[in-house]
T-cell receptor, first 115, second 109 residues
Framework: IAGITQAPTSQILAAGRRMTLRCTQD?????MYWYRQDLGLGLRLIHY???????GKGEVPEGYSLTRAPTDEYPLTLASAGPSQTSVYFCASSDSGGRGTDTQYFGPGTRLTVL | GQNIDQPTEMTATEGAIVQINCTYQTSGFNGLFWYQQHAGEAPTFLSYNVLDGLEEKGRFSSFLSRSKGYSYLLLKELQMKDSASYLCAVKDGDYKLSFGAGTTVTVRA
């Protein structure tokens, strides 16, 4: 693999079910991020993490849980999915872990529909 | 909160020039990014500005004025493949990028 991969590509889920979105990067980047993208709202940060152990909540953290072990994986879990979590989810990573330019590179996204 | 504004849509003719403006009001500033996103695909990095002035990269240029909270992305010699959404994003801390809603550019033949 090269870059960032996400799985699944798309998923339709019944409300109340548990779902884990997977994200893997092979660029040895320090920092990883999860965003959701909704029509008219743009990309909004859910959570971020770096290999030094720094984690933080973004703009829309509620309803999601995350782990970062091993360091090239960053799965996002919806413990009990709700219709408001219908969205396109993008995982991203960056090299500097916050320092300097620290350009973020995005995975191909997961389209999640919660009915 | 963060406030990043950019026009919703723009239309231009193949071979022309289009300028996408972005204004921002954020609690901090650590640089401004422009990303391109084709429909159904991931955002891809275009440019980064942290100091005032113009950064040129081929057909694309990006300008920043920190005192005015203003940036623009200039697309020259438009091609059909430039039809996409263009996202303005401000790095307002060590990690966080705050994005505008995006500008959809349609290039017509």
């Amino acid at each position: 693999i090269a870059g960032i991969t996400q799985a699944p590509t798309s998923q339709i889920l019944a409300a109340g079910r548990r779902m884990t979105l997977r994200c893997t990067q092979d660029m040895r980047h320090n920092a990883m991020y999860w965003y959701r993208q909704d029509l008219g709202l743009g990309l909004r940060l859910i959570h971020y993490s770096n290999t030094a152990g720094t984690t933080g909540k973004g703009e829309v953290p509620e309803g999601y849980s995350l782990t970062r072990a091993p360091t090239d994986e960053y799965p996002l879990t919806l413990a009990s999915a709700g219709p408001s979590q219908t969205s396109v989810y993008f995982c991203a990573s960056s090299d500097s872990g916050g320092r300097g330019t620290d350009t973020q590179y995005f995975g191909p996204g997961t389209r999640l529909t919660v009915l | 909160g963060q406030n990043i504004d950019q026009p919703t849509e723009m239309t231009a003719t193949e071979g022309a020039i289009v300028q996408i403006n972005c204004t921002y009001q954020t609690s901090g500033f650590n640089g401004l990014f422009w990303y391109q996103q084709h429909a159904g695909e991931a955002p891809t990095f275009l440019s980064y500005n942290v100091l005032d002035g113009l950064e040129e990269k081929g057909r694309f240029s990006s300008f920043l004025s920190r005192s005015k909270g203003y940036s623009y992305l200039l697309l020259k010699e438009l091609q059909m493949k430039d039809s996409a959404s263009y996202l303005c994003a401000v790095k307002d801390g060590d990690y966080k990028l705050s994005f505008g809603a995006g500008t959809t550019v349609t290039v017509r033949a």
